[in-house]
């Protein structure tokens, strides 16, 4: 078997050309070609694919994938991936110490047997031998057992092709197919699961349901083990010298026993000992607090009046002030803000008795060498705390603390406004097909700016607090202009303008792909005309609408082919690179269809849409252009290539399946909330909130998921007219806390004024 040593990403293709060699046993030159075999055991050479030698630049190499960048159930290169073998987080793996529990979840706390008490490690084959090395269970992995656990990979083998799958003998299998374990193969799935409450089907069958996903069954591994590592990440922005690092009780010198970055918080151990399985490290430390939001206050004073003969008595007051405040409203326990209050009068009265001094001296055989003085002392102080001055008038103004306010633990994917975010739109398929009827002929004139003055936070959120200081006086907006006028099918043919569109689309990076704890998607925006789409998933690239739409030009001399199904883009072929060199040239800068503006429109295309200018002066700026491609080489970004290739991976990205939802602006349906000035006058922004749960899905059904959102588009129709859209913010908003077990689904929602932010 062949393993990378390279971790292979997400969105990443793997692919491999080879072929079958003679095979002799002496190893010397063979005359038997090894070949696959198939579940009957009839011979067949199902791989050989390709030819491989000395390959030149005008051969063709053909591979077989055996990954995808999206890679589902049901989907072929699926079914060549091990489902059996997990990577347990680190590797290598000391054995001293190592346990590994299997845990099952379906709407429950997670237990470690079945039913019928039952180890789990014993029904995937885990636990076979007891710790003696006789065959029998003993509820403890088989730690010495090499053909299930490898520490040296940090990998989990366990013994069934399909682990999470019953198995199920076929009639026509061959009953000489076993497992590692002597059992006769069907499926290749789990002879142990007979009870079909084991099976999780989503690990090896696409469900559309979220509540079947919920309702499957769910298996974890629990892993308990120790691995070399010379490097501790501590925590950021240590205080110098504030480390005190042992070893089994001895303190470690730094520099000789190990080096510390306090900037990036990092501990590197040099002394081999540390290292050691069984080592007894701590380490200790302090850290600077970065920011510090909370406002503290501490007034004190005290007052002291003297009197008397010599000034020896007083009497005196003081008075202590303790206030830290908290900049959330909704406080949490623990962050409550305080207020003490100390006060303290104490007083000392001391007065010489001269009578006294001269009655002892008429004393026989007494005689005083001092006065004789009178002291008096007393003191009353009070503490008055609060130790929480968040009251609630509705509680008595007790003071008031959440255990969770539920919007400190709000988690949002912004989806951004900034306009180089965004391309032209590709058009977009129909709901429950991969057909196109929204094409380039029904393409209106659309585009998409952010003003170049920005618009002060006050007249989208009036009472929100703001300030220059905080950088939150002014906000950017996203702006989209459409014509349904400019289209061919109102232009050529006398179209209903409601059926024009257009609109503009991004791609985002890994870290938003993954939007299956999401709720909703929800978007601040001023309009209220027509009907906005936004889609979310894989979405095609392609900004032709079919194979009629190619087209081939001239460029500095030398043709190249454009339009549907191919990868237009700026950046021509270099002799170094068939992809270009990822600039542009002044030869390059005629945009992504290669046509100048001043040729004539054909194939459903405007070549005069694509043409760049803009000149932020003046009271009215004039930004009907600045989307343009075509001799922005002097703009901002401009020696960047204009591209179909929204992803950078090098290629078209033609496949369509994702989910989407249309908001009628001129209906409620959908908006949570709007905006009013102090006198009650409305904004004109409204917030739409869509749960996530009512998107349709458009394309490849099977291959919608929302682990996958790896594009984003917004697009408009329904309009009779030139309409502009504003849009404040675009969020999938989802929340850290997790759902547990089987969910109601609300369909609808409470609609509120907002008057505040």
Same mark, same amino acid.
């Not at 030159?29 to 630049?57: A, K, M, W």
């Not at 079909?196 to 892993?223: E, G, I, M, T």
């Not at 409305?682 to 594009?711: C, H, M, N, Q």
């Given at each position: 078997m062949l393993q990378l040593e390279q971790q292979v990403q997400a969105d990443e293709v793997l692919a491999v050309a080879y072929r079958d060699v003679p095979y002799s046993p002496d190893g010397g030159p063979g005359t038997t070609i090894v070949y696959e075999y198939d579940s009957s055991l009839l011979e067949v050479d199902t791989f050989q694919v390709g030819t491989l030698g000395n390959l030149t630049t005008t051969d063709t190499l053909h591979l077989s994938m055996i990954k995808s960048d999206d890679v589902q159930p049901g989907q072929p290169p699926y079914e060549l991936e091990l489902k059996n073998v997990f990577y347990l987080g680190a590797r290598p793996i000391n054995k001293e110490g190592f346990d590994l529990k299997i845990q099952y979840t379906r709407g429950s706390q997670p237990v470690e047997e079945t039913e019928d008490a039952e180890n789990f490690l014993q029904l995937f084959g885990l636990d076979l031998f007891d710790e003696?090395?006789? +065959?029998?269970?003993?509820?403890?992995?088989?730690?010495?057992?090499?053909?299930?656990?490898?520490?040296?990979?940090?990998?989990?083998?366990?013994?069934?092709?399909?682990?999470?799958?019953?198995? &199920?003998?076929?009639?026509?299998?061959?009953?000489?197919?076993?497992?590692?374990?002597?059992?006769?193969?069907?499926?290749?799935?789990?002879?142990?699961?007979?009870?079909?409450?084991?099976?999780?089907?989503?690990?090896?069958?696409? +469900?559309?349901?979220?509540?079947?996903?919920?309702?499957?069954?769910?298996?974890?591994?629990?892993?308990?083990?120790?691995?070399?590592?010379?490097?501790?990440?501590?925590?950021?922005?240590?205080?110098?010298?504030?480390?005190?690092?042992?070893?089994?009780?001895?303190?470690?010198?730094?520099?000789?026993?190990?080096?510390?970055?306090?900037?990036?918080?990092?501990?590197?151990?040099?002394?081999?000992?540390?290292?050691?399985?069984?080592?007894?490290?701590?380490?200790?430390?302090?850290?600077?607090?970065?920011f510090q939001l909370d406002k503290k206050i501490i007034l004190g004073s005290r007052a002291e009046y003297k009197f008397g003969k010599n000034q020896q008595s007083y009497i005196g007051a003081t008075a202590l002030f303790f206030s830290k405040s908290s900049i959330d409203e909704k406080v949490r326990i623990g962050k409550e803000p305080i207020q003490n209050f100390v006060w303290d009068v104490n007083t000392k009265m001391s007065y010489e008795l001269d009578w006294l001094t001269k009655a002892i001296d008429w004393l026989p055989i007494i005689r005083t060498d001092k006065p004789s003085t009178f002291n008096i002392q007393g003191e009353v102080a009070q503490v008055r705390p609060n130790p929480n001055t968040a009251n609630n008038a509705e509680l008595g103004d007790r003071g008031v603390a959440y255990i969770d306010d539920f919007e400190g633990s709000r988690r949002e994917t912004n989806l951004g406004v900034q306009m180089n975010n965004w391309s032209m739109a590709a058009p977009p398929v129909d709901i429950g097909t991969n057909l196109i009827s929204k094409n380039n002929h029904k393409r209106g004139f659309a585009y998409w700016y952010n003003p170049y003055n920005r618009i002060p936070t006050n007249q989208i959120w009036p009472n929100k607090e703001t300030s220059a200081q905080a950088q939150n006086d002014v906000t950017d907006i996203l702006v989209l202009n459409f014509n349904p006028d400019s289209s061919f099918a109102v232009r050529d043919d006398g179209a209903d303008p409601r059926d024009s569109w257009g609109g503009f689309m991004r791609s985002l990076s890994s870290g938003y792909y993954d939007q299956s704890e999401s709720k909703f998607l929800e978007m601040w925006v001023r309009g209220e005309a027509g009907r906005i789409h936004v889609d979310l998933g894989l979405i095609s690239e392609d900004l032709q609408s079919g194979p009629a739409e190619q087209w081939t030009v001239t460029i500095d001399g030398q043709e190249y082919p454009k339009g549907w199904n191919r990868l237009d883009t700026e950046d021509l072929p270099s002799a170094t690179s068939t992809l270009g060199d990822g600039l542009v040239s002044e030869?390059?800068?005629?945009?992504?269809?290669?046509?100048?503006?001043?040729?004539?429109?054909? +194939?459903? /295309?405007?070549?005069? /849409?694509?043409?760049?200018?803009?000149?932020?002066?003046? &009271?009215n700026i004039d930004y009907t252009h600045v989307n343009g491609g075509e001799g922005n080489f002097n703009a901002e970004g401009g020696r960047y290539p204009d591209t179909e290739d929204l992803n950078n991976n090098g290629a078209l990205d033609t496949k369509n399946a994702y989910f989407t939802i249309s908001v009628d602006l001129s209906q409620d349906d959908y908006i949570a909330g709007r905006t009013q000035y102090n006198n009650g006058s409305y904004t004109g922004w409204k917030l739409v909130r869509v749960p996530l749960t009512e998107f349709d899905i458009a394309g490849d059904a099977g291959s919608t998921v929302w682990e996958k959102i790896k594009f984003a588009r917004v697009w408009m129709d329904e309009v009779d007219t030139t309409t502009i859209l504003q849009i404040a913010t675009l969020d999938l908003v989802g929340n850290d806390w997790q759902e547990s077990g089987e969910t109601g689904i609300f369909s609808s929602y409470d609609r509120e004024e907002i008057p505040a932010d």
């Amino acid at each position: 078997m062949l393993q990378l040593e390279q971790q292979v990403q997400a969105d990443e293709v793997l692919a491999v050309a080879y072929r079958d060699v003679p095979y002799s046993p002496d190893g010397g030159p063979g005359t038997t070609i090894v070949y696959e075999y198939d579940s009957s055991l009839l011979e067949v050479d199902t791989f050989q694919v390709g030819t491989l030698g000395n390959l030149t630049t005008t051969d063709t190499l053909h591979l077989s994938m055996i990954k995808s960048d999206d890679v589902q159930p049901g989907q072929p290169p699926y079914e060549l991936e091990l489902k059996n073998v997990f990577y347990l987080g680190a590797r290598p793996i000391n054995k001293e110490g190592f346990d590994l529990k299997i845990q099952y979840t379906r709407g429950s706390q997670p237990v470690e047997e079945t039913e019928d008490a039952e180890n789990f490690l014993q029904l995937f084959g885990l636990d076979l031998f007891d710790e003696s090395g006789n +065959l029998a269970n003993d509820d403890i992995v088989d730690k010495d057992n090499t053909n299930t656990i490898n520490f040296s990979t940090g990998e989990v083998f366990l013994p069934y092709l399909n682990p999470f799958m019953a198995d &199920t003998l076929p009639p026509n299998a061959n009953p000489a197919l076993e497992d590692a374990l002597g059992n006769k193969l069907g499926t290749g799935g789990n002879p142990n699961l007979t009870e079909a409450q084991y099976q999780s089907l989503s690990f090896y069958n696409h +469900l559309q349901s979220s509540n079947d996903y919920q309702n499957d069954s769910k298996f974890q591994f629990v892993v308990k083990y120790s691995n070399r590592s010379s490097v501790i990440n501590l925590a950021f922005n240590l205080i110098e010298n504030s480390e005190e690092v042992t070893l089994d009780g001895r303190r470690l010198q730094r520099g000789s026993d190990y080096q510390i970055d306090y900037f990036s918080g990092t501990l590197t151990i040099l002394n081999e000992a540390a290292l050691a399985p069984g080592a007894q490290l701590e380490v200790k430390y302090e850290q600077h607090e970065f920011f510090q939001l909370d406002k503290k206050i501490i007034l004190g004073s005290r007052a002291e009046y003297k009197f008397g003969k010599n000034q020896q008595s007083y009497i005196g007051a003081t008075a202590l002030f303790f206030s830290k405040s908290s900049i959330d409203e909704k406080v949490r326990i623990g962050k409550e803000p305080i207020q003490n209050f100390v006060w303290d009068v104490n007083t000392k009265m001391s007065y010489e008795l001269d009578w006294l001094t001269k009655a002892i001296d008429w004393l026989p055989i007494i005689r005083t060498d001092k006065p004789s003085t009178f002291n008096i002392q007393g003191e009353v102080a009070q503490v008055r705390p609060n130790p929480n001055t968040a009251n609630n008038a509705e509680l008595g103004d007790r003071g008031v603390a959440y255990i969770d306010d539920f919007e400190g633990s709000r988690r949002e994917t912004n989806l951004g406004v900034q306009m180089n975010n965004w391309s032209m739109a590709a058009p977009p398929v129909d709901i429950g097909t991969n057909l196109i009827s929204k094409n380039n002929h029904k393409r209106g004139f659309a585009y998409w700016y952010n003003p170049y003055n920005r618009i002060p936070t006050n007249q989208i959120w009036p009472n929100k607090e703001t300030s220059a200081q905080a950088q939150n006086d002014v906000t950017d907006i996203l702006v989209l202009n459409f014509n349904p006028d400019s289209s061919f099918a109102v232009r050529d043919d006398g179209a209903d303008p409601r059926d024009s569109w257009g609109g503009f689309m991004r791609s985002l990076s890994s870290g938003y792909y993954d939007q299956s704890e999401s709720k909703f998607l929800e978007m601040w925006v001023r309009g209220e005309a027509g009907r906005i789409h936004v889609d979310l998933g894989l979405i095609s690239e392609d900004l032709q609408s079919g194979p009629a739409e190619q087209w081939t030009v001239t460029i500095d001399g030398q043709e190249y082919p454009k339009g549907w199904n191919r990868l237009d883009t700026e950046d021509l072929p270099s002799a170094t690179s068939t992809l270009g060199d990822g600039l542009v040239s002044e030869v390059e800068d005629v945009g992504i269809d290669g046509w100048l503006h001043t040729q004539r429109d054909t +194939l459903d /295309w405007h070549p005069s /849409w694509d043409l760049w200018s803009f000149e932020p002066s003046g &009271t009215n700026i004039d930004y009907t252009h600045v989307n343009g491609g075509e001799g922005n080489f002097n703009a901002e970004g401009g020696r960047y290539p204009d591209t179909e290739d929204l992803n950078n991976n090098g290629a078209l990205d033609t496949k369509n399946a994702y989910f989407t939802i249309s908001v009628d602006l001129s209906q409620d349906d959908y908006i949570a909330g709007r905006t009013q000035y102090n006198n009650g006058s409305y904004t004109g922004w409204k917030l739409v909130r869509v749960p996530l749960t009512e998107f349709d899905i458009a394309g490849d059904a099977g291959s919608t998921v929302w682990e996958k959102i790896k594009f984003a588009r917004v697009w408009m129709d329904e309009v009779d007219t030139t309409t502009i859209l504003q849009i404040a913010t675009l969020d999938l908003v989802g929340n850290d806390w997790q759902e547990s077990g089987e969910t109601g689904i609300f369909s609808s929602y409470d609609r509120e004024e907002i008057p505040a932010d």
